[in-house]
């Protein structure tokens, strides 16, 4: 597996604001999700993190609500912007490792951010 | 019909008992599984994957996959409390779906002392 961490662990906002997720991984992997899970709920994935490219959105998830950064193989960000109090979650990231030849689809998930919105 | 089901629980087995959770998902076309164990206020911790049918064994846990029938399920011999956490099934579609992981709701295991 692989060390991932993300910051901020927690945070309370207010209404109307924007905060922005990282996501650091301590390998280079090839695939980086975002994942929501809100309270008393499971993962809904937001969009797959592409390096070099325009993230991949799931329905009901839009690039101009949740923008995100993939500048380089170990690192991403998620943005949560014009946030609301149903933005109040808990924001994963995850990784897929590849390697060894062989094709896995197990992912990896970080500690996790977990949002207040007031 | 959800993509992927699992009852919600909780489930209580006793210390040293036998806890078996269940999955099952709709879409054929799924091609990899897995187990993830959450514990409240944590991320998931993936601790099985099966591609294959049949069984596979990792310690104390059994994952069984049935691509038939459309089931999956997660066998944790020898209970114990710390086993107490909520356990997501997660299902891979390749075809169309990407790598893209959709996830149950979750069951609710509780080992009771």
């Known amino acids: 597996s692989a060390v991932i961490s993300q910051k901020p662990s927690r945070d309370i906002c207010q209404r109307g604001t924007s905060l922005t997720i990282q996501c650091q991984v301590d390998s280079q992997v090839t695939m980086m999700f975002w994942y929501r899970q809100q309270p008393g709920q499971s993962l809904t994935l937001i969009a797959t993190a592409n390096q070099g490219s325009e993230a991949t959105y799931e329905s009901g998830f839009v690039i101009d609500k949740f923008p995100i950064s993939r500048p380089n193989l170990t690192f991403s960000t998620l943005t949560v912007s014009n946030m609301s109090p149903e933005d109040s979650s808990i924001y994963l990231c995850s990784v897929r490792l590849t390697g060894g030849g062989l094709i896995r689809y197990e992912q990896y998930f970080g500690p996790g951010t977990r949002l207040t919105v007031t | 019909q959800k993509e992927v089901e699992q009852n919600s629980g909780p489930l209580s087995v006793p210390e040293g008992a036998i806890a078996s959770l269940n999955c099952t998902y709709s879409d054929r076309g799924s091609q990899s599984f897995f187990w993830y164990r959450q514990y409240s206020g944590k991320s998931p911790e993936l601790i099985m994957s099966?591609?294959?049918?049949g069984d596979k064994e990792d310690g104390r846990f059994t994952a069984q996959l049935n691509k038939a029938s459309q089931y999956v399920s997660l066998l944790i011999r020898d209970s114990q409390p710390s086993d107490s956490a909520t356990y997501l099934c997660?299902?891979?579609?390749?075809?169309?779906?990407?790598?893209?992981?959709?996830f149950g709701t979750g069951t609710q295991l509780k080992v009771e002392l």
């Open positions: 099966i591609y294959s049918n």
């Open positions: 997660a299902v891979n579609k390749l075809a169309g779906g990407g790598n893209k992981l959709t």
